[in-house]
């Protein structure tokens, strides 16, 4: 009898998810200083974008060199990331702002490395790691965001360890949906590290109310209540008293009130002429984000009329945004939509092959996992990314895109461990037979 050589560990596999567990701690930390290099101004953080995307190079090589049966890993990353980076590079080739568009660039590069790392690692990480890594890299977030509102720090809004409150709330999202599909789908066994994740859960909650971004709000909601639907519909009735607890929060009731009371409607042309000093001054006005934003994609369609097929260039938007929208900040104003922003930037190309990559995110678990839970939570988690991606730019929040990322693809490629063990089985049969020769 011949023994079958294992797939060996790939290298680095304990490196990895210490990184990411750190990172989310390190967030605030890295955009303190920057780096000027020429036009480019770098952060900290830059240097594990290069560890990230350094990694996953090596990773390739090892597939194609040492490991040739994970070459299905790459495949299955080629299949999802190509269109959308492609469609980037084109973007950032013909852009009026090279240094921001570089950046931007190596962003996706890096969402793209840490999908390819959680292909090839998940195998040997496993859905417990996984679920105590994810777990462990919220721990700092959630107890700086208790210091923080202990002590009044919050300016009205949360934001912990985060330098934003809408980067804490869309993390908190992902990091809120992942646990609570693990828990219900038991990926840790132990009572207390699971009585640990609960407790984790109900902190992360509150502090997601605390940031007072209500998408993020609503997103995870919706996954509560659909996941809980189909999984645990008895955990519903519990969470009938959430709305009511939540509006005893610091805040929420303001922006929920806020958010239905809408605010009194004006012209663009009214407000326009508020900013240029030609209505009386002593006269405030205040636009909810909604109006604001809606007024600013409004005014920033008859440009992209002109360019549909490749837009203005990578990162072009907010410099732009100073020309078609009079209501724009000096330095200029994000999209705050990532299917206006890539439209504009890279046209139709962009845009298409961003909703190509999160159908693809969807579609190919789908058929690939065999467990309906993990179908369920990877469908429901991309889908609240693409709607709260409507309101928000999520494709600048380097944390909340290496989080999905990571989760989703670690889920992923747990197939690629039956793919592996299957290739090895058909391959015996072969070897007894040249024995037999």
């Known amino acids: ?70 070459q299905a890993v790459f495949r299955t990353w080629a299949v999802l990331w190509t269109p959308f980076l492609l469609a980037g590079f084109i973007a950032a080739a ?32 496993g859905r417990r790691t996984l679920t105590l890594g994810i777990a462990s890299s919220g721990v700092i977030p959630l107890v700086t965001g208790l210091i923080q509102f202990a002590i009044g720090d919050t300016n009205g809004r949360l ?52 940031t007072g971004t209500r998408s993020a709000f609503g997103a995870t909601a919706v996954f509560l209540v659909i996941y809980s639907t189909f999984r645990r519909p008895l955990y ?29 409607e004006m012209s663009y042309a009214y407000l326009v002429s508020v900013a240029h000093g030609n209505v009386d001054g002593s006269q405030f006005v ?38 078609f929208f009079e209501l724009s900040s000096a330095s200029g104003s994000g999209a705050h939509n990532v299917y206006v922003q890539t439209i504009f930037e890279g046209g139709i190309l962009l845009l298409f092959s961003f909703l190509y990559l999160l159908i693809a995110l969807i579609v190919i678990p789908f058929f690939r996992l065999t467990y309906p839970g993990e179908r369920l ?12 991606s409507a309101s928000d ?10 989080t999905l990322m990571f989760v989703v693809c670690a889920l992923m490629g747990s197939f690629q461990q039956n793919s592996r063990r299957i290739s090895v089985e058909h ?10 020769r």
Request: aromatic fraction near 12%.
């Open 393 to 402: 730019n999520m494709l600048g929040y380097l944390v909340v895109n290496m």
């Open 94 to 125: 013909h852009t009026p702002a090279l240094s921001e568009a570089v950046q931007a660039l190596f962003n996706y590069l890096t969402f793209a490395s840490v999908s390819l790392l959680a292909l090839y690692y998940a195998p040997y990480i």
């Open 159 to 210: 934001t912990a360890s985060f330098s934003h409150p809408n980067i804490l709330a869309f993390y908190l999202m992902i990091y809120i949906a992942f646990l609570y599909h693990a828990q219900i789908s038991d990926y840790v066994r132990s009572g207390w590290q699971r009585s640990v994740i609960w407790a984790l859960l109900v902190v992360a909650g509150v502090e997601l109310l605390l």
């Open 286 to 323: 205040e636009v909810d984000s909604g109006t604001w934003r809606r007024y600013m994609w409004q005014a920033a369609w008859p440009w992209i009329e002109n360019k549909m097929a490749f837009g203005y260039g990578l990162a072009s938007f907010k410099p732009l945004s100073r020309e």
């Open 236 to 264: 519903l009735l519990p969470m009938l008293l959430v709305p009511p607890l939540a509006m005893l929060v610091p805040g929420v009731t303001e922006r929920v009130m806020d958010a239905a009371a809408g605010a009194p």
């Open 427 to 436: 391959r015996r049969p072969q070897l007894l037979m040249g024995d037999i």
């Open 1 to 70: 009898m011949i023994a079958v050589p294992q797939p060996r560990t790939p290298p680095f596999v304990t490196v990895v998810l210490p990184m990411l567990v750190a990172r989310p701690s390190l967030d605030l930390l890295f955009g303190m200083g920057r780096i000027e290099v020429g036009p480019i101004s770098l952060t900290p953080g830059f240097v594990f974008n290069v560890a990230f995307v350094s990694l996953a190079g090596m990773m390739i090589l090892h597939a194609f060199l040492v490991d040739r049966r994970s």
């Open 377 to 388: 939570f990877i469908g429901l988690i991309v889908i609240c990314y693409a709607a709260v």
